[in-house]
């Protein structure tokens, strides 16, 4: 059974940096794209970072372009999210996923199978 377990969230103040991370258990997950998204409260989940099965091709969303960064290291079957210059707006409870498929990294909701419980970031103002 697939399990993946987020941490590394937390609260922080505006302008400040967390790194969050995710491990894997239950598979190896070295041939498949990987990703974060995040869930605001009365929002809906939405794609923030992706990385392909090798972690040499990354996509970000605008929103967080140049301030976040994810990475993947398959040897210890963890994905990461370092996150700087956080704002309010970042707050969010943040998910990894591990796709369907390898290949580019994926931006949408259906391109994942499997899914973390969550890790709250707040950063206040």
């Known amino acids: 059974q697939v399990q993946l377990r987020e941490s590394g969230g937390g609260l922080v103040q505006a302008g400040g940096s967390l790194r969050l991370s995710c491990a894997a258990s239950?598979?190896?997950?070295?041939?498949?794209?990987m990703g974060w998204f995040r869930q605001a409260p009365g929002k809906e989940r939405e794609f923030a970072a992706a990385?392909?099965?090798?972690?040499?091709?990354?996509s970000y969303a605008d929103s967080v372009k140049g301030r976040f960064t994810i990475s993947k290291d398959n040897a210890k079957n963890t994905l990461y999210l370092q996150m700087f210059k956080l704002q309010p707006e970042d707050t969010a409870v943040y998910y990894c996923?591990?796709?369907?498929?390898?290949?580019?990294?994926?931006?949408?909701?259906?391109?994942?199978?499997?899914w973390g419980q969550g890790t709250q970031v707040t950063v206040s103002s």
């Open positions: 990385v392909n099965w090798s972690g040499s091709l990354t």
């Open positions: 996923a591990i796709a369907s498929l390898g290949g580019a990294p994926k931006t949408g909701y259906n391109d994942y199978t499997y």
């Open positions: 239950g598979r190896t997950f070295r041939n498949y794209a």
